[in-house]
């Protein structure tokens, strides 16, 4: 995989061990040729924030985790997620296709998304069972998708926004509604279009929030899952707390998870100089940039936004 910082390529003790941990976290996308079919769109346009959101790796993998630190609160989805998984047998496995079905979601051909949504469909149909709590649950309740879409949509345009670079309030309400259509294919229907609407569900599901052994087990494996290689291994765990205190602070408080678990302040501006970085970063053998190609758009297209010159 090619790696280029703004056209220049990176020097090989920086740009390897980029290279190493893109290829780990997107081998699950070897199957996906997001090149073809030439001209076929993706569900959301080039242009769209989610095609700049979503090339970044620092801010996908802190938002991934956030989003699944909502997901586990709940105790359904918790029960749906934890017990039908393989998070805690091979999590670097889960991690891949998590990842991939995210990359094919937003840059993927449409008709590559569509099969692969209605594939993930299909298996939801056959999860089901008894949250911890005794509630029943099923995967395709409509409430509990919706909230699994909207914990998605919070984590990776959270992160960005946090972490990479600060999106407008019309840009963040454009990120939640272009995650619209590929929500509805999910069966999510009512997942939230706005960050408005987003701040609404939040504070209807937080009674049902609750804290779990599930939810620290999962943050322990996130620090040491072999995802990085040795020279960005201490990043991993910065980028753990990083997703930690992306977590609105009386949730992080009803979770039990204590301010010693979150961002330390000197902390935060070493995460926003990765995100920043990374969103600078080209791999040319990544979703994105094939997703390019694909349209007939240039490589360095999604890296011309805030004056950045590539």
Same mark, same amino acid.
């Given at each position: 995989?090619?790696?280029?910082?703004?056209?220049?390529?990176?020097?090989?003790?920086?740009?390897?061990?980029?290279?190493?941990?893109?290829?780990?976290?997107?081998?699950?996308?070897?199957?996906?040729?997001?090149?073809?079919?030439?001209?076929?769109?993706?569900?959301?346009?080039?242009?769209?924030?989610?095609?700049?959101?979503?090339?970044?790796?620092?801010?996908?993998?802190?938002?991934?985790?956030?989003?699944?630190?909502?997901?586990?609160?709940?105790?359904?989805?918790?029960?749906?997620?934890?017990?039908?998984?393989?998070?805690?047998?091979?999590?670097?496995?889960?991690?891949?296709?998590?990842?991939?079905?995210?990359?094919?979601?937003?840059?993927?051909?449409?008709?590559?998304?569509?099969?692969?949504?209605?594939?993930?469909?299909?298996?939801?149909?056959?999860?089901?069972?008894?949250?911890?709590?005794?509630?029943?649950?099923?995967?395709? *309740?409509?409430?509990?998708?919706?909230?699994?879409?909207?914990?998605?949509?919070?984590?990776?345009?959270?992160?960005?926004?946090?972490?990479?670079?600060?999106?407008?309030?019309?840009?963040? *309400?454009?990120?939640?509604?272009?995650?619209?259509?590929?929500?509805?294919?999910?069966?999510?229907?009512?997942?939230?279009?706005?960050?408005?609407?987003?701040?609404?569900?939040?504070?209807?599901?937080?009674?049902?929030?609750?804290?779990?052994?599930?939810?620290?087990?999962?943050?322990?494996?996130?620090?040491?899952?072999?995802?990085?290689?040795?020279?960005?291994?201490?990043?991993?765990?910065?980028?753990?707390?990083?997703?930690?205190?992306?977590?609105?602070?009386?949730?992080?408080?009803?979770?039990?998870?204590?301010?010693?678990?979150?961002?330390?302040?000197?902390?935060?501006?070493?995460?926003?100089?990765?995100?920043?970085?990374?969103?600078?970063?080209?791999?040319?053998?990544?979703?994105?940039?094939?997703?390019?190609?694909?349209?007939?758009?240039?490589?360095?297209?999604?890296?011309?936004?805030?004056?950045?010159?590539?």
């Amino acid at each position: 995989m090619s790696v280029v910082i703004c056209n220049t390529p990176l020097p090989g003790l920086v740009g390897r061990p980029i290279d190493a941990a893109a290829r780990r976290i997107l081998s699950a996308t070897g199957a996906v040729d997001f090149t073809q079919p030439a001209g076929e769109p993706a569900l959301v346009g080039p242009d769209s924030v989610s095609w700049r959101v979503f090339k970044n790796p620092v801010s996908l993998f802190i938002g991934g985790i956030a989003a699944v630190i909502l997901e586990l609160a709940e105790p359904r989805v918790r029960a749906g997620v934890w017990d039908h998984s393989s998070f805690r047998s091979d999590p670097l496995r889960r991690l891949q296709r998590t990842g991939m079905a995210a990359m094919v979601t937003v840059y993927g051909a449409r008709s590559d998304a569509e099969r692969m949504i209605a594939a993930v469909v299909r298996m939801h149909g056959k999860v089901s069972g008894e949250a911890s709590n005794g509630a029943p649950y099923s995967a395709d *309740d409509v409430d509990l998708l919706d909230w699994v879409q909207a914990t998605a949509s919070f984590g990776f345009i959270g992160a960005y926004d946090a972490y990479v670079s600060r999106l407008s309030p019309v840009d963040v *309400d454009r990120a939640y509604a272009e995650a619209a259509p590929s929500a509805r294919l999910y069966g999510a229907t009512g997942a939230p279009v706005s960050a408005a609407a987003m701040a609404a569900l939040i504070a209807r599901m937080t009674p049902a929030l609750e804290p779990s052994p599930v939810l620290q087990e999962f943050l322990t494996i996130m620090r040491t899952v072999e995802i990085a290689p040795p020279p960005l291994k201490p990043i991993q765990s910065l980028l753990v707390r990083a997703a930690i205190d992306l977590v609105p602070a009386d949730l992080r408080r009803r979770l039990d998870l204590g301010a010693d678990q979150g961002l330390r302040p000197w902390e935060r501006p070493m995460v926003r100089f990765a995100g920043s970085l990374a969103d600078r970063i080209r791999l040319d053998g990544s979703p994105a940039v094939q997703a390019c190609r694909r349209l007939g758009l240039p490589a360095n297209h999604l890296y011309g936004h805030r004056g950045t010159r590539c």
